[in-house]
């Protein structure tokens, strides 16, 4: 035969090509109600926005942006390079070391984005022959993070401390006296969400730590959603649970959230950030931040410290949220931060409530499997401490009367 025959086609070549297998799952993610799909905004929209995650008002603030266009027109528009080659500025040196002051923690060290942060982290921790205790609600990130390690990874029951001490109890006999790793089996590390991404609830971060501490073992919390809505201040959840600067806990977050920029940091003793440094992939072969976010994210800091009650207001913000939206006859949860998500019966119930809010003015996040690690698709509303209280009456308004039937 010759070479243009059936039987000797290349692979690329068959009839479905080599991606063939892809309409075959999209197919399924539409019959399931599953499909997601980009949809760019507009510079300036009428919606009011509950689904973006600017909790304190400060993405637009003119203080923020103007210095973000300053640091990008003194330092150009991106970090050129690695931050081990040539993407480290005395920016990001003044946007650590204000970090760690502000969050109470012994040194910082910023990432290009939170996600980054996080497989940092959780990797350069960790490795074979260690024991993960991951909590079952945790941000795919982390979740990313374990199965990167190499460690022997153990979920546990969301939000539960005498789950945590079962699995590190297995592993390890308790710490003596001598302190934190003293305990045998090998090193742990207990990984979680500080505030969890979904419902918006706290972990017990105190019953964690003392957990860990039976053990000897580390403690890894992820406060993306609780920098600068937790605590005194806005000054994260470690610090309002008064874990910050301990020896044995290290501290994530996201510089997209509150402080309306881009970004991640790991907050913890110096001796875990110097190792960072030298151990963390995604710190070694990535390229730095950009100037402009770290420039946004130091004057977004600059402009909590002087105005700490903003935190305070996006909290109140979401408990009016809820309360509105229980009061309307909805499964709100009750928020410990500034999430506040309501049921939908279904994925495609879910997909479809958005869409009419949406129609109404109203832009809400749509949280559908497998982001909800439950499988129970909701909408998730994120509290500003900007938004006015005719403007949050509004919100509840269209939201309950698009409500799909349950």
């Known amino acids: 035969m010759d070479s243009g025959s059936q039987q000797h086609r290349p692979p690329d070549e068959r009839p479905d090509g080599p991606f063939g297998w892809i309409a075959a799952q999209d197919r399924a993610r539409r019959a399931a109600g599953l499909r997601r799909e980009l949809r760019p905004r507009a510079a300036e929209s009428a919606l009011l926005d509950l689904a973006g995650n600017d909790y304190l008002g400060l993405t637009r603030h003119p203080e923020v942006v103007r210095a973000g266009a300053d640091a990008c027109?003194?330092?150009?528009?991106?970090?050129?390079?690695?931050?081990?080659?040539?993407?480290?500025?005395?920016?990001?040196?003044?946007?650590?070391?204000?970090?760690?002051?502000?969050?109470?923690?012994e040194a910082a060290l910023v990432f290009a984005s939170g996600y980054a942060a996080n497989l940092a982290a959780v990797t350069a921790l960790t490795g074979p022959g260690t024991l993960l205790v991951s909590d079952a609600a945790n941000h795919a990130s982390l979740i990313d993070g374990c199965r990167l390690s190499r460690a022997t990874t153990e979920v546990v029951r969301h939000a539960d401390p005498e789950a945590v001490r079962k699995a590190l109890g297995a592993r390890a006999t308790p710490a003596s006296p001598a302190g934190p790793g003293s305990g045998s089996g090998g090193p742990a590390l207990v990984v979680s969400d500080a505030v969890f991404s979904v419902d918006g609830d706290a972990a017990p971060l105190r019953e964690l730590a003392a957990a860990c501490r039976a053990y000897g073992a580390a403690l890894l919390l992820d406060d993306a959603h609780g920098l600068g809505a937790m605590g005194d201040g806005g000054r994260g959840s470690a610090h309002g649970a008064g874990l910050a600067g301990a020896p044995d806990v290290v501290c994530t977050a996201t510089l997209s959230k509150s402080f309306g920029a881009q970004g991640g940091v790991v907050l913890g003793p110096a001796v875990v950030i110097e190792h960072l440094v030298n151990a963390a992939r995604t710190f070694i072969?990535?390229?730095g931040l950009a100037p402009a976010a770290a420039g946004a994210a130091l004057a977004a800091l600059r402009l909590l410290e002087r105005e700490p009650e903003r935190a305070t207001r996006a909290r109140q913000v979401a408990r009016e949220f809820h309360r509105l939206l229980t009061e309307r006859g909805l499964d709100a949860t009750a928020p410990d931060a500034c999430v506040v998500s309501v049921r939908a019966p279904s994925p495609d119930s879910a997909l479809a409530w958005a869409a009419r809010c949406r129609e109404e003015g109203l832009a809400v996040g749509c949280f559908r499997p497998p982001s909800v690690p439950d499988g129970v698709s909701r909408l998730r509303l994120t509290a500003r401490c900007d938004l006015s209280g005719s403007q949050v009456h509004r919100a509840v308004d269209v939201i309950a009367r698009t409500a799909p039937p349950h």
Request: charged share 15%; hydrophobic share 45%.
């Open 73 to 105: 027109l003194r330092w150009g528009a991106g970090s050129t390079g690695s931050r081990l080659v040539t993407g480290s500025t005395a920016l990001h040196a003044e946007l650590e070391a204000e970090l760690a002051a502000f969050t109470g923690f």
């Open 285 to 287: 072969f990535d390229t």
